[in-house]
């Protein structure tokens, strides 16, 4: 097998790896290989045809595959060497690749790899949905892929489970491609995805959203030809005197994201449960020394401007790991406390500005979110609603951290 | 008085609004609460007098190397002139090449905007 080296390796040609691979070049790294699996690069984003990316980065309300194309357009201009229809096979904790395209196998040898593998959609499978195994079972996204980019339709009458942003989005494609979507069902008392995502993707359309309720049995031999659906109590238990029928040929399924790190995990990267992405340090550096990460292989996000904000640092941190051989010097740990679900990045050096990322357990109004070592209050950040669908962001400066022992997150009402 | 909650469309932040409204046929804001910017306050107004939403599909190609253009409206239109400009997109068929940015189709069903494409359409050879 034919062995090649490269400087810094990128896995993922998505938001966030193009963020990172221009931001790297733009510090002054010269030898970037970019890998992508897809025929093109952008990733979800080509697929993704609505509007209102781009708001933060751009201050217009871009669709998927313009926001893309700006950042593809910069990658090719900075002449960045990218290896599409390629997918890695393994990496190794010495940063070795192993990859397969069309010409065959490849080793590289990468000094530094950054891991922008994004993320996957939970499926009917890891719900464990009851009933009969028809055609017209769909993740959101594999719908939004026939529908948007192989101009196939995929039902007459839909039904969608979970109401995270694809299945909002999806609701109102169908509705506008002429298809008729029954109803959301969720299974939580509050909707998963952002709430201008209900008003514009539902309200507009009539599309009823029922909260507390889910899908409990599939019908139908070779098509789906209903759902049973019943709402459930505090316990997310079956009542069983709410159950009816629902009449539909098409389920689409938008239950949730996870990280794709299984590369990750091959290569000895160590994994937070609450993220199931990676934990890493204020440069984004996994527990394997040159190993970053960074998008939605990292944690799952709901804006693609945070991705390429959280990307181009990361790309900006390898190219300084590269450059000038600088050790990871995070030893405060960052908690979190009652509320928090999970913050990152995980550890910090102190030694620089940080944004911590982090979201709530549960939905709460009128509060703030807490940054404290010990008894002394470091950053507060006062919010309207906090959701846990709606990540926060919350900046703490060096000056304040330098001589911290550990940094606590916690909500305040 | 009348009071109406509206969820702002604006951007991912989705401000709850309150609006305090005359009673009446005649839409009359007394006051606008909630919004944090005021682009957002612009939006409850126009949502109150007249709703405008921007909207995307996808457009067929020949000879294309995507089967689809993606494609949006350059302006918002109004709500209830979605379904006849869906109605003029789907209608609609094109050859490539089809760049971003393209005027695809000027004042569709005589809103004031054009149907743009959102992506690169290469010519490519069957």
Redesign the interface.
């Given at each position: 097998m034919k062995t090649i080296k490269k400087d810094l390796v990128i896995i993922g040609g998505g938001p966030a790896g193009l963020a990172a691979a221009v931001s790297a070049r733009k510090k002054g790294l010269s030898d970037i290989l970019l890998i992508e699996r897809d025929k093109i690069l952008g990733g979800i984003l080509n697929q993704c045809i609505h509007d209102g990316f781009g708001l933060h980065t751009f201050k217009e309300a871009l669709t998927g595959p313009e926001y893309a194309q700006r950042f593809i357009d910069e990658f090719h201009g900075l002449g960045i060497e990218a290896m599409p229809e390629t997918i890695v096979l393994s990496l190794d904790k010495e940063k070795t690749l192993t990859v397969s395209s069309k010409k065959g196998f490849v080793k590289i040898k990468a000094n530094a790899v950054i891991l922008a593998m994004g993320c996957r959609e939970r499926t009917a499978g890891a719900i464990s949905l009851p009933g009969t195994r028809p055609a017209g079972v769909y993740t959101a996204g594999a719908a939004q892929n026939f529908v948007n980019l192989q101009n196939i339709m995929i039902g007459k009458r839909i039904v969608i489970l979970g109401s995270g942003d694809i299945g909002l989005i999806m609701a109102r494609r169908m509705t506008l491609e002429g298809a008729k979507v029954e109803a959301v069902f969720e299974l939580l008392p509050t909707p998963s995805g952002l709430a201008r995502n209900v008003q514009q993707c539902l309200n507009d359309y009539g599309i009823p959203l029922f909260l507390s309720t889910s899908v409990f049995e599939l019908h139908g031999k070779d098509r789906l030809t209903g759902v049973t659906v019943a709402k459930v109590d505090e316990k997310f238990q079956m009542i069983p005197e709410t159950k009816r029928l629902v009449p539909c040929d098409t389920l689409l399924l938008s239950v949730g994201l996870i990280p794709e790190n299984e590369l990750s995990l091959g290569a000895g990267v160590r994994l937070e449960p609450a993220t199931s992405g990676a934990s890493v340090d204020d440069r984004f550096m996994t527990n394997i020394p040159g190993v970053f990460s960074c998008g939605n292989v990292l944690h799952v996000h709901d804006l693609v401007d945070h991705v390429s904000e959280e990307a181009a640092l990361v790309g900006q941190s390898a190219a300084a790991y590269l450059l000038d051989r600088t050790e990871s010097a995070a030893a405060i740990p960052v908690v979190t406390k009652e509320d928090i679900r999970y913050v990152l990045p995980q550890k910090i050096s102190g030694k620089t500005d940080v944004t911590l990322s982090l979201r709530v357990t549960r939905p709460m109004r009128n509060a703030s979110v807490l940054v404290a070592d010990g008894d002394r209050k470091i950053a507060r950040k006062k919010l309207v609603r906090l959701h846990p669908a709606e990540m926060i962001r919350i900046k703490v400066k060096a000056k304040h951290i330098e001589n911290a022992e550990k940094l606590e997150v916690s909500v305040q009402c | 008085m009348l009071k109406k909650n509206?969820?702002?469309?604006?951007?991912?932040n989705?401000c709850?609004a309150e609006v305090m409204m005359e009673d009446g046929q005649e839409i009359k804001i007394l006051s606008i609460d909630?919004c944090t910017c005021d682009k957002g306050k612009e939006w409850v107004v126009q949502e109150l007098t007249s709703p405008m939403?921007?909207?995307?599909?996808?457009i067929?190609v020949e000879h294309g190397d995507?089967?689809?253009v993606?494609?949006?409206t350059d302006a918002p239109i109004p709500?209830g002139k979605?379904?006849e400009v869906?109605t003029v997109i789907?209608h609609k068929k094109l050859k490539a090449p089809v760049a971003?940015g393209d005027i695809l189709v000027p004042n569709p069903a005589g809103t004031a905007c054009n149907i743009i494409a959102?992506?690169?359409v290469a010519f490519m050879a069957v």
């Open positions: - | 509206l969820v702002c469309i604006v951007c991912p989705g709850d909630g939403r921007t909207i995307a599909s996808g067929p995507f089967k689809l993606s494609v949006r709500l979605i379904f869906m789907r971003i959102t992506r690169n």
